[in-house]
């Protein structure tokens, strides 16, 4: 749920704060005042590209925070990105004058790409062009998977892994029919894959041999210093041996009680300090200068660095090559084998993915049923009785989704044949099938609030008094921001909002407000009569609020 909004320098809005309930909120103004800002405003949240005409003339930055409760999923993607989460979940979004932006999530800075893994989460923007997305028969599984609450993920899941499989071979096959497998080319696979073959190195032992050579390529200097180091230590006039006399005197006075502790720290620090000696030159004596191992690691390594250079720098691409120039001789020596198994391979593939596609449109056909039961009934709580509506499920090629082509088709009147949705249904249809749509489907995922920007555009009366109700059915379980004109439709919100211009010192400013009970009966009335509040429009106001 949004809780709160602020907004600064943003448009023609100088600074603005609203908090934001539960159930539905109508936001009403008069043309140009505004409204279509806070949409701006709040698809900027939701990872709209920012621009430098966004922001309020005169001012270096705008500003926009959205504060919204947490859930499961919001969490979920908040622990991919290494976000911490709270109660709230606060993002912030400024925009320079230059067409800069930087983005926060919980304070910490994130890119747009991370704030559009979120925002599914959050808001769910209806404007008047998103409602013609409907029009869009691609779209129309995904409003169908949404209403059977993605019951297939699991038989898409399945049969991804058939489906690319096939894919994958149909692509090794193509390729392989055109390569061109001349004795010259033959030859010029054989000769890489030769000095290939016997490739058995890890990243790991790589790194291994070239510290070994490092230590080789080092020894004199270090034979030089460890030298230097012992003399220092170990002579004669060494530390240790002056330490050790030190220890001696100091031992006469361990008797006394205010030198005996010192004298045990001090006797056990110099023999600490012995044995890390001992173990210094131990570990230099472990070192073999070796000249014959010191060439052959020359060599060797010499060997695997011209591989990386020509295949790859990490083992795995070494044996991803050697893989495949193997492949490739295979099938240049043994063509017609080769060719038969990949067919083979190829339909065993395409019969599995077909299979579980063929499942998959059964289960949206039998889903297709009850979406369609389901709408209608929406549609004629919205004066749409007579709509029927079938969903078409043409076979076509396999795909990324399965085998199905689907189209809504619609008859709005009775006796008229049904048809593609695209080419029956008027503007004012649009918006209730799609605010039908969002009834059935809204209650299905854990994003919960809907903003509806003027998607009762093309109608009025009774029509625009059923969307309104339709909308406060919506906010029982969810948060629904309805940006209206219409009266009977903000009659039905439980909280109004008035968005008012202004001019002063040649400059444009829009407000946002809180209506109270008298100043929201007065924004009814001049929606009713226009700028003339009337005793008469007052009253029919009144009569409208209280239903």
Known sequence: MLKSLFISSFVIIDQTTVDFDEGMTALTGETGAGKSIIINALEQLCGARASSSLVRKGSKKAVIEGVFD?????????????????????????????????IKINYRTVTNSALKQVAPC???????????????????????????NHQDDSLLSEYHKYYFEYKKISQKLKKLEQEDLSDERIEYYQKQYDELKDFEYTDEIIDQLEEELRMMKNYESMHKYMTEFD??????QGALNQINDALGALGHM?????????????YNQYYSMQDIV??????????????????????????????????????DDIYQAQTELKEKLDAALNREDV??????????????????????TS????????FVDTLEKQLKDLYLPDAKLKVDIKECSLNDTGKDDITFMVSMNKGQAFTPLNETASGGEISRLMLGIKTITMNQNQMNTLVFDEIDTGVSGKVADAIGLKMHSISLNNQVLCITHLPQVAIHADHHYAIKKSSHDEETYSTLAVLSEDERIEEIAKMLSGDVVTAEAIDNAKRLLQG
């Open 70 to 102: 947490m859930n499961d999923s919001i969490q979920k993607i908040l622990d991919e990105l290494n976000i911490d989460g709270d109660d709230d979940l606060i993002i912030t979004k400024e925009i320079f004058d230059n067409g800069r932006s930087t």
């Open 122 to 148: 959050l808001l769910d923007i209806h404007s008047q062009y998103q409602t013609q997305e409907i029009f869009n028969v691609k779209n129309h599984l995904k409003i169908l998977q949404s209403f059977m």
């Open 231 to 236: 003399e220092a230590m170990s002579n004669k």
């Open 254 to 266: 361990s008797n006394t009680e205010a030198f005996n502790e010192l004298y045990d720290e001090f």
């Open 278 to 315: 001992d173990r210094i030159e131990t570990a230099f004596d472990s070192i073999d200068f070796d000249e014959y191992r010191f060439n052959e690691l020359q060599e060797e390594l010499f060997t695997i660095h011209r591989l990386q250079r020509k295949y790859g720098y990490s083992a």
């Open 339 to 360: 060719l038969a198994d990949l067919n083979k391979q190829k339909e065993q593939a395409y019969h599995e993915a077909y299979q579980i596609a063929a499942k998959l």
């Open 363 to 370: 289960l949206r056909e039998e889903q297709g049923l009850i």
